[in-house]
């Protein structure tokens, strides 16, 4: 057998496995070996969550945890928990070095009265506030919100930004593309071709690959080994090769966070 001379590396850039039961994620740590992906960006979706997963990334050593507060669970507190817990955020963010911030942003299907967006919005402002103070990237979630994801992102003039599972319509890839934001795609590409004109719209140092795991596709639970596929997608969709693909990944991993993947 001749020597691998190139084997691509990928990120998960949006993923959950920690979520996943403890045979699930070690599945998944194999199955990542193999195909190269290296790395997950795993979101935290409250604060328990948080401690969870910030606990299991010490003995698997693919996971970085980012510290988030998800606006579907934003919503189940009332103003002043939401006082109480972001202040309990913004300590943990003095102390600890955490690598990145997410999952945060607006979610106008389960928030669907004015009070319950003016939360998610009070919340995802606090993470984006915190972003650049911290000089953190913020991986943001935007069902049902796009727009408004976007526009309170620019009012606060938010740099680093990972707009996750996105696909825009184009005026907002418009601004993305102006403002550098990165977006992520993920195994949804395979088999439904909405997102196509997107991808062929944006650059590819701005596309990133997820996964959004363990969330089910076609009946099966997905896991970060899943990203090569959606990478072949990509190259296809580019018309260049999967090298590139997996060179774009690198160089966004390396802009977030300031070291080679
Ligand atoms: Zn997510």
């Known amino acids: 057998m001749l020597p691998a001379f190139y084997m691509p590396k990928w990120v998960d850039f949006h993923t959950h496995i920690l979520d996943a039961p403890p045979n699930e994620q070690s599945l998944a740590a194999s199955q990542s070996k193999d195909a190269g992906v290296v790395k997950w960006l795993v979101n935290s979706v409250e604060w328990k969550n948080w401690i969870a997963h910030r606990e299991l990334a010490q003995k698997q050593p693919l996971a970085m945890v980012g510290l988030g507060w998800h606006p579907e669970q934003v919503i189940e507190a009332d103003k002043a928990q939401i006082l109480g ?7 943990e963010l003095e102390k600890e070095d955490i690598p990145f911030l997410g ?12 009070a319950a967006r003016a939360k998610q919005e009070e919340v995802f402002a606090f993470f984006i506030r915190q972003s650049l103070g911290h000089r953190k990237m913020i991986e943001v979630h935007t069902r049902h919100a796009k727009q408004e994801s976007i526009d309170l992102l620019l009012k606060h003039g938010a740099e680093e930004v990972l707009l996750h599972w996105f696909a825009g319509n184009k005026k907002q890839t418009q601004t993305i593309i102006e403002q550098e934001w990165v977006c992520s795609v993920g195994p949804t590409i395979l088999n439904s071709p909405h997102v196509d004109h997107f991808i062929e719209s944006m650059p590819l140092e701005l596309l990133a690959l997820e996964t959004d795991s363990p969330i089910p596709f076609d009946g099966m639970a997905s896991n970060p080994s899943w990203i090569p596929r959606v990478a072949e997608k990509v190259a296809r969709l580019k018309g260049v090769s999967i090298r590139e693909v997996s060179k774009a990944q690198a160089a966004i991993f ?3 966070f300031h070291q080679p993947l």
């Open 85 to 91: 817990q972001l202040s309990r955020y913004e300590q």
């Open 254 to 256: 390396e802009r977030f």
């Open 103 to 114: 999952e945060t942003g607006l979610d106008f299907l389960y928030g669907k009265t004015a």
